[in-house]
């Protein structure tokens, strides 16, 4: 059973930055292409970046590029998403989603975390 689990949100003043953790267990994942989605009130999901753990590449929406930075603990079977410059349009519920077999089928999904920038 897969199962992640982010931590690390919270209240944080524009300009300022975050780091987001999400747990991942039940599988082994360095063959996974891992996520990060967030939905703002009244939005629809949209992707913030992505990841493919066995080889560290890395891609991100438009808007979060230059700020925002996926990286992986393998010890702790855990990835990252580092946010930097936040803006209060970065204000969401930040979802971290796993893509098993790389085809950007987002099988598995966490529970999110609140993240608010206030301007």
């Known amino acids: 059973q897969v199962q992640l689990v982010e931590s690390g949100g919270g209240l944080v003043q524009a300009g300022g930055s975050l780091t987001l953790s999400c747990a991942a267990s039940?599988?082994?994942?360095?063959?996974?292409?891992m996520g990060w989605f967030r939905q703002a009130p009244g939005k629809e999901r949209e992707f913030v970046g992505a990841?493919?753990?066995?080889?560290?590449?890395?891609g991100y929406t438009e808007s979060v590029r230059g700020r925002f930075t996926i990286s992986t603990d393998n010890a702790k079977n855990t990835v990252y998403l580092q946010m930097n410059s936040l803006k209060p349009e970065d204000t969401a519920v930040y979802y971290c989603?796993?893509?098993?077999?790389?085809?950007?089928?987002?099988?598995?999904w966490g529970q999110g975390t609140q993240v608010t920038v206030a301007s």
């Open positions: 989603a796993a893509d098993p077999d790389n085809d950007y089928a987002w099988d598995y």
């Open positions: 039940g599988r082994t994942f360095s063959n996974y292409r």
């Open positions: 990841l493919r753990w066995r080889f560290g590449r890395t």
